[in-house]
T-cell receptor
Framework: DAGITQSPRHKVTETGTPVTLRCHQT?????MYWYRQDPGHGLRLIHY???????DKGEVSDGYSVSRSKTEDFLLTLESATSSQTSVYFC??????????FGPGTRLLVL | AQSVTQPDIHITVSEGASLELRCNYS??????LFWYVQSPGQGLQLLLK??????LVQGIKGFEAEFKRSQSSFNLRKPSVHWSDAAEYFC???????????FGTGTRLTIIP
């Protein structure tokens, strides 16, 4: 399995609170991704990174921001969490820009 | 725009029986195709992928998939399922140079003794 960890694994927060999720990799892969998984929607791309300090938006980026200051870390921030952001969040990494390997996920509940 | 359809939301199979999970894609050029498996509470594990070449690809855990361009399909098969295969299976399509992997909505597989 690819060396990907996500923290925290579970989080409960309140509406309006900022939340930061962390993805850490030990594979030195250039590309990193954040997805959310919701019933009936499969996985949807939030943001991705193609290198340190290089990021771009995915299909569901509203309400989310990301940062990548080191190759191994990719942070996802919900500036002001809303109930619609209750979801399971997955980080993925890639070295060929095509094949993606996924982390274990973070379950986020926004009350 | 690329898209993926997994027509079966839920499939139940007896242990030892054969399995086929369907995946249809829509994409203008030759796609990159993937199958992932997700056990409850876990992340997605890559089972196999198709980029080019032989249209029958072998994956981990005894799975295989066949790319059929004429049918825009990439069905996943296993000759004999085990109870440990119970999980959710996702088909995905992507392209080189494009960050977007498009996933189907998944097929949940239940195995009965």
């Amino acid at each position: 399995d690819a060396g990907i960890t996500q923290s925290p694994r579970h989080k409960v927060t309140e509406t309006g609170t900022p939340v930061t999720l962390r993805c850490h990799q030990t594979e030195n892969h250039r590309y990193m991704y954040w997805y959310r998984q919701d019933p009936g929607h499969g996985l949807r791309l939030i943001h991705y990174s193609y290198g340190v300090k290089d990021t771009d938006k995915g299909e569901v980026s509203d309400g989310y921001s990301v940062s990548r200051s080191k190759t191994e870390d990719f942070l996802l921030t919900l500036e002001s969490a809303t109930s619609s952001q209750t979801s399971v969040y997955f980080c993925a990494i890639s070295d060929d820009r095509v094949t993606q390997y996924f982390g274990p996920g973070t379950r986020l509940l926004v009350l | 725009a690329q898209s993926v359809t997994q027509p079966d939301i839920h499939i139940t199979v007896s242990e030892g029986a054969s399995l086929e999970l369907r995946c249809n894609y829509s994409y203008g050029a030759t796609p990159y195709l993937f199958w992932y498996v997700q056990s409850p509470g876990q992340g997605l594990q890559l089972l196999l992928k198709y980029f080019s070449g032989d249209t029958l690809v072998q994956g981990i855990k005894g799975f295989e998939a066949e790319f059929k361009r004429s049918q825009s399909s990439f069905n996943l098969r296993k000759p004999s399922v085990h109870w440990s295969d119970a999980a959710e299976y996702f088909c995905a399509v992507g392209s080189g140079g494009n960050e977007k992997l498009t996933f189907g909505t998944g097929t949940r597989l239940t195995i009965i003794p």
